[in-house]
């Protein structure tokens, strides 16, 4: 059953979602902005995992007894270790329709844009830490969590949410979204860390230094205000990028506060710079 939703909206957008009767979508929890009467909610820690969205609420019937129900508590209990770990939210709300149709609406949590992906079971999508907003019960959420070289250099690209399954996934990330294909740039893009939003299951994505060690790798690292790395994606598929980061978002605010403490040398010093 295919989820009918609109992204309305312009500087902060919405997904207004329409259940058919007896149709669940989750989201994570703070991400919830209306409903209609007929949807229930409900918030439970484990998502969906291998189909799960599909089995009874109870978890007991046809769960191999006390056996299944304590492989499924493993199974929650590793899920929110995860999450807890990667700085997620640790419980979702699920919204089923009951006796008509009924209506949700979701929102992110920073000026910006929202964009619906389609999953066919044929290619997982990987997004940034907190760019899941709501999904179909059909589609899975983990997490994943990049080599450690990677996430030491990354700051940002250390821990990703991955979807897989069958639905729509709905994310959102900060300022305006650009859709590119590496491939149509022969192959590689270089962007600031905080600029990746999602991108498609066989996409490499990795983290390089700004530079080398030389004077001008160093300029570039102290007063370009990209610090010492740069998130490179490789390979053909689709990515999307934002145009604001979650960074130079608070450094603004600082700044209009009359707190800015970035000075003169923008990413190196950075109280941010991670």
Known sequence: MTLQQEIVGNAMQMAVVSLQPGQTVYCEAGKFLFKTVNVTMETRLGGPSGGSGRQPQGGAAGSGGMGGMLRQAMGTAMQVGQRALAGESL?????????????????GVLPGEMRALELDGTRAW??????????????DFGIAFQGGRTGMKGGEGFVLEKFT??????????????DLDPSDFGGRI????????????????GV???????????????????????????GSGRVILQSLTIESLAN????????????PTGGLFSSDAG
């Open 91 to 107: 419980a979702f709300q699920y919204f089923t329709a009951q006796g008509g149709e009924g209506t949700v609406g979701f929102a």
């Open 126 to 139: 990987f997004a940034e830490k907190d760019a899941f907003v709501a999904a179909e019960s059909t589609v």
């Open 165 to 178: 399954g069958h639905g729509t996934v709905i994310i959102a990330g900060a300022g305006n979204f650009i």
């Open 190 to 205: 270089e962007v600031d860390t905080g600029c990746v939003v999602a991108f498609e299951e066989g996409i490499r994505y």
């Open 208 to 234: 390089q230094r700004v530079g080398g060690l030389n004077r001008q790798g160093i300029m570039n690292a102290v007063f370009g205000g990209e610090g010492l790395s740069l998130a490179t994606l490789e």
């Open 252 to 263: 603004a605010l600082r700044k209009a506060q009359g707190g800015d403490k970035q000075g």
